[in-house]
């Protein structure tokens, strides 16, 4: 069974980090590997939306809203991904997600971030 849990949000003040992670199980390894990663997010009352993704050969894509300010990542060998979040702002409070593109209809529970001004 397929399973994506996501940890690591919190509360934070403006201009503050965190790092996310989005474990994941019942993936082999090759498919883990040899497939993107991405991290969305969701406000209250907006729709999801594609925050970050790091290709298999580790090119990452970024929406242009979190350019220069989060960083993601993964660890094929422990099958996680990881957002590194910066320079936080209000803006980025959301309920975030983890998905495996192979997997693209699996998605976990999400991990709040809440950023106060």
């Known amino acids: 069974q397929v399973r994506l849990v996501e940890s690591g949000g919190g509360l934070v003040q403006a201009g503050g980090s965190l790092r996310l992670s989005c474990k994941t199980s019942g993936i082999i390894l090759s498919v883990f590997s040899g497939n993107a990663m991405a991290w969305y997010r969701q406000a209250p009352g907006k729709q999801r939306e594609l925050v970050a993704t790091?290709?298999?050969?580790?090119?990452?894509n970024y929406a242009d809203s979190v350019k220069g300010r989060f960083a993601i990542s993964r660890d094929n060998a422990k099958r996680t991904a990881y957002l590194q979040m910066n320079a936080l702002k209000p803006e980025d409070t959301a309920l975030y997600y983890c998905?495996?593109?192979?997997?693209?209809?699996?998605w976990g529970q999400g991990t709040q971030v809440t950023v106060s001004s």
């Open positions: 998905n495996h593109r192979f997997y693209s209809d699996r």
């Open positions: 790091i290709e298999s050969g580790g090119g990452t």
